[in-house]
C-alpha cells in the first residue's frame, strides 16, 4: 500500500493511500481512520484490520486534484546514517580526509532536524550566504513499533515502511562546521525533504536479494555483516538531467543493522522515527566536487526517484 498525506479540495490535512491516479481519503472511507499519519502509525494494526474489512473502496479524488505533502510531517525523530561506503570514500576525498577504520566497524549516525519538513513540490530556500547547495539521494525507513536492543534479524518486525529522502545540504556551511569534532548542525537542519508516499514494508518484500559479493565491486570492501538487502534503482536528476544511477544493494550497512546501532543500550526506537540510508553512491554533488554540477540555484529542480516508490520533486528558491 502507498499511504500519502494530502490537502484536500477545501485545505484539509487528511491521509490515505493511491490507487493508481487517484486518492482514497482514509476518513472519508471510514469514520473510525484516523486524518494524521502519526496517528494511523501508532495503531496501525488495528486500522488496518479496518481498511482490510471494508473491501474494495471507491476513490474519493484524483491525484492531481489534491496536494500531496510529506507524507510523515511530524517525524518523533530523524536519524541519518551513512550506509554506503562509494558515498564515504568520494565526499571524504572532496573534504580532504580519509574514512576512519570505525565507520567499517558501526552504523554511524547523526540526529538531524525533525521539525524542518518538506514534502513533494515544496519549494526549498537556499540557506542565507550559501554558496554550495547539495542534494544527498536516500531511502528512509519509518518505524512502526516501539522497541529497545533489537537485533538486526529482528529489524523487520518494526519497520513499518519506506520512502524517498532528500538530506539537503550546506556544503560550504558544513565544510567549516566539520573542522570541529562535533558533528554536523546548521550545514544540515534547513530542510528535510520526504515523499511522495510511504511504500508499507510488505510491497518491499519483492525487491528484497540475497547477499553477494557481486555487489561491491573495488574500490568497494566486501561488508563482514552479510545481511539481504533491496534491489532497487535510484536515480537524481537536475533540471531534467540524470546525474547519479544507483542500486540500494551496494549499501554496506543495512536497515537492520542501523537499527540495531540506534536502540542498544536500552533506547527506545519510537513508531514515527525515521532512520535515513545515507547517501547512495555518486548521490550527492560533493562527491564530484561539483564538477558533474554547479551548486544548487534558485531556479533548480530536482528530482529523486527510487524504484517502488516514485518521485520525490523539489525546488530551490
Same mark, same amino acid.
Given at each position: /500500500? =502507498?499511504?500519502?498525506?494530502?490537502?484536500? =479540495?477545501?485545505?484539509?490535512?487528511?491521509?490515505?493511500?493511491?490507487?493508481?491516479?487517484?486518492?482514497?481519503?482514509?476518513?472519508?472511507?471510514?469514520? $473510525?481512520?484516523?486524518?494524521?499519519?502519526?496517528?494511523?502509525?501508532?495503531?496501525?494494526?488495528?486500522?488496518?484490520?479496518?481498511?482490510?474489512?471494508?473491501?474494495?473502496?471507491?476513490?474519493?479524488?484524483?491525484? $492531481?486534484?489534491? $496536494?500531496?505533502?510529506?507524507?510523515?510531517?511530524?517525524?518523533?525523530?530523524?536519524?541519518?546514517?551513512?550506509?554506503?561506503?562509494?558515498?564515504? *570514500?568520494?565526499?571524504?576525498?572532496?573534504?580532504?580526509?580519509?574514512?576512519?577504520?570505525?565507520?567499517?566497524?558501526?552504523?554511524?549516525?547523526?540526529?538531524?532536524?525533525?521539525?524542518?519538513?518538506?514534502?513533494?513540490?515544496?519549494?526549498?530556500?537556499?540557506?542565507?550566504?550559501?554558496?554550495?547547495?547539495?542534494?544527498?539521494?536516500?531511502?528512509?525507513?519509518? %518505524?512502526?513499533?516501539?522497541?529497545?536492543?533489537?537485533? $538486526?534479524?529482528?529489524? =523487520?518486525?518494526?519497520?513499518?515502511?519506506?520512502?524517498?529522502?532528500?538530506?539537503?545540504?550546506?556544503?560550504?556551511?558544513? =565544510?567549516?562546521?566539520?573542522?570541529?569534532?562535533?558533528?554536523?548542525?546548521?550545514?544540515?537542519?534547513?530542510?528535510?525533504?520526504?515523499?511522495?508516499?510511504?511504500?508499507?514494508?510488505?510491497?518491499?518484500?519483492?525487491?528484497?536479494?540475497?547477499?553477494?559479493?557481486?555487489?561491491?565491486?573495488?574500490?568497494?570492501?566486501?561488508?563482514?555483516?552479510?545481511?539481504?538487502?533491496?534491489?532497487?534503482?535510484?536515480?537524481?536528476?537536475?533540471?531534467?538531467?540524470? %546525474?547519479?544511477?544507483?542500486?540500494?544493494?551496494?549499501?554496506?550497512?543495512?536497515?537492520?543493522? /542501523?537499527?540495531?546501532?540506534?536502540?542498544?543500550?536500552?533506547?527506545?526506537?519510537?513508531?514515527?522515527?525515521? *532512520?535515513?540510508?545515507?547517501?547512495?553512491?555518486?548521490?550527492?554533488? %560533493?562527491?564530484?566536487?561539483?564538477?558533474?554540477?554547479?551548486?544548487?540555484?534558485?531556479?533548480?529542480?530536482?528530482?529523486?526517484?527510487?524504484?517502488?516508490?516514485?518521485?520525490?520533486?523539489?525546488?530551490?528558491?
Amino acid at each position: /500500500m =502507498k499511504l500519502i498525506t494530502f490537502l484536500n =479540495k477545501d485545505q484539509e490535512s487528511r491521509i490515505g493511500w493511491l490507487q493508481g491516479e487517484s486518492v482514497v481519503d482514509m476518513r472519508l472511507a471510514s469514520e $473510525k481512520l484516523p486524518t494524521d499519519m502519526l496517528t494511523f502509525i501508532d495503531n496501525h494494526e488495528t486500522y488496518f484490520q479496518i481498511i482490510k474489512s471494508l473491501g474494495d473502496v471507491q476513490s474519493h479524488y484524483i491525484l $492531481k486534484e489534491v $496536494k500531496l505533502l510529506a507524507p510523515l510531517p511530524n517525524p518523533r525523530s530523524i536519524r541519518d546514517y551513512i550506509g554506503f561506503e562509494m558515498h564515504m *570514500l568520494n565526499a571524504s576525498r572532496s573534504f580532504g580526509h580519509s574514512v576512519g577504520e570505525a565507520w567499517y566497524e558501526m552504523p554511524i549516525f547523526y540526529f538531524t532536524n525533525h521539525h524542518n519538513v518538506f514534502g513533494p513540490n515544496d519549494e526549498i530556500k537556499r540557506p542565507a550566504k550559501e554558496t554550495k547547495l547539495d542534494i544527498e539521494l536516500e531511502i528512509a525507513c519509518i %518505524i512502526g513499533k516501539k522497541g529497545s536492543d533489537i537485533k $538486526k534479524e529482528e529489524a =523487520k518486525d518494526f519497520i513499518f515502511g519506506y520512502t524517498i529522502f532528500n538530506d539537503w545540504t550546506a556544503r560550504a556551511t558544513q =565544510k567549516v562546521e566539520m573542522t570541529i569534532p562535533l558533528g554536523p548542525h546548521k550545514g544540515k537542519d534547513f530542510a528535510n525533504a520526504f515523499g511522495p508516499c510511504i511504500v508499507t514494508a510488505d510491497e518491499f518484500e519483492q525487491y528484497e536479494v540475497p547477499f553477494s559479493e557481486s555487489y561491491f565491486e573495488a574500490p568497494l570492501k566486501v561488508p563482514t555483516e552479510q545481511d539481504t538487502r533491496f534491489d532497487l534503482k535510484m536515480t537524481s536528476r537536475i533540471n531534467g538531467v540524470t %546525474i547519479c544511477e544507483g542500486n540500494y544493494k551496494t549499501v554496506h550497512h543495512t536497515f537492520g543493522q /542501523m537499527l540495531e546501532r540506534a536502540s542498544e543500550n536500552g533506547v527506545n526506537i519510537m513508531p514515527g522515527d525515521i *532512520l535515513g540510508s545515507g547517501t547512495v553512491g555518486w548521490g550527492s554533488l %560533493i562527491e564530484n566536487n561539483f564538477s558533474v554540477h554547479r551548486p544548487l540555484e534558485p531556479g533548480d529542480v530536482v528530482e529523486l526517484e527510487i524504484e517502488g516508490i516514485g518521485i520525490l520533486m523539489n525546488k530551490v528558491v
